[in-house]
């Protein structure tokens, strides 16, 4: 996670500097950082929450004494299962439209749309 | 125990904050359900669509202060609330998602079923949210069954212990589709002041139709409540019958505002309908938070669920600050997006 953040800094700071922006080789590692956020919050995330247990709030309350007791596993799951697949279909639909989206040509230019 | 100032001020503030939050999504969550009835082709959809665009975020906002506040003010309460009510939660917050993803994705594909099928999850989630907060107000009045927790010695842990059905009677049906009418009626009268034209023309056929089934529902409700459950109104039910009748009163004047064309004066008359319905609620309901329907001194409180009173403190604080500000911009946000939608303008959503 730190990793990927310091290589974002440096990254947008080098492409500060003309030299840098006008070389090919760094627009397309610049283009691999694209990924390097959603990697670095979910090992953000991964962290924090594997490395707190078994501590809700660390150090004082641990999870087991502070879940519901009348909460049944079959409402656990119901609410895991129906939120996971509410997201799949939300990542589908988004990244979708993002394709669609990424491969409008603007009309101002004169690019020709490449023969499939 | 005898409330003390503190708490007695927060249980004010929580049903201010569920007031704002009704009288504002109230009507967003309406014209969510007209839509499909309203809106006879893509465009008109699109329309209607956008007479909320800008402001439904704004006004969910007043359901997050709402929940907040109850968490911060009332841990006990919120505990035992969104616990015991989980499944019917869940289902709520899935609709929640499904809506706010439909005002963003529904217009970024030309393709008509795409459109049609965001149209409908947006019906179906405004509605699914309308009748679960009529239901849930409806328990909170009717009281559920609530036991203490084996852990921790009597209360204040106390824990409803029935599943989503549990949840389901015919007075809690009932009032989940007051709050479905009511809202319906709502937005329509904001459809009618935000559209011109044939929508405009149907919207106000729509109205006067709503307008009926909830003024009839309503009153059946109220009267229920009042004369049918042991468990409201309780010690502040002077406020609570002042309440009903001045709302009483309001769903009457939308009425005849509806016949007479004025959707300016039938929008206000229609929130205070909703303003002072939730006033009767809250103030039946105090001081309990959750009524046991099992014998009332299992009852969550409104002094056996608060925070200490250095928690009331700086909340009270906090709000003072912050509140005026976020009035400020809100009412801003209403007036700079004051005008009608003609059915050929560029839409944003």
Redesign the interface.
Known sequence: MVYAGLIMLLVGFLALFKGFVEKKWFLKLAFWTLFLPFIATSFGWIMAEVGRQPFIVYGLLKVK?AA?????PS?VW??LL??GI?YAI?IV??VG?MI??ANKIPEESNVQPEVA | MEATFLQILWFILVTVLFIGFFFLEGFDYGVGMLTPFIGKNDRERRVLINTIGPHWDGNEVWLLTAGGASFAAFPHFYATLFSGFYVALVLMLLALISRAVVFEYRSKNDDLKWRKTWDWVFFIASFVIALLWGVAVGNLMKGVELTPDPNFNGAPYVYHHGGLFSLLSPFTILSGLVFVFLFAMHGANFIALKTEGEILERTKKTAWNIWIVALVLTVIFVVWAFAGLDTFPNSASIISYIAAAIAALALIFTGLYIKKDDFKKAFWAGGLTIIFATIMVFAGLFPYLIPASNGLENSITVTNASSSEYTLTVMSIVAVLLVPLVLFYQIWSYKVFKGRIKVDDELEY
Do not use: A, R, T
């Open positions: 004494d519901s007791p009348n909460i049944q409402d119901f609410s129906s939120m509410l939300l639909v988004e439209l669609k989206y």
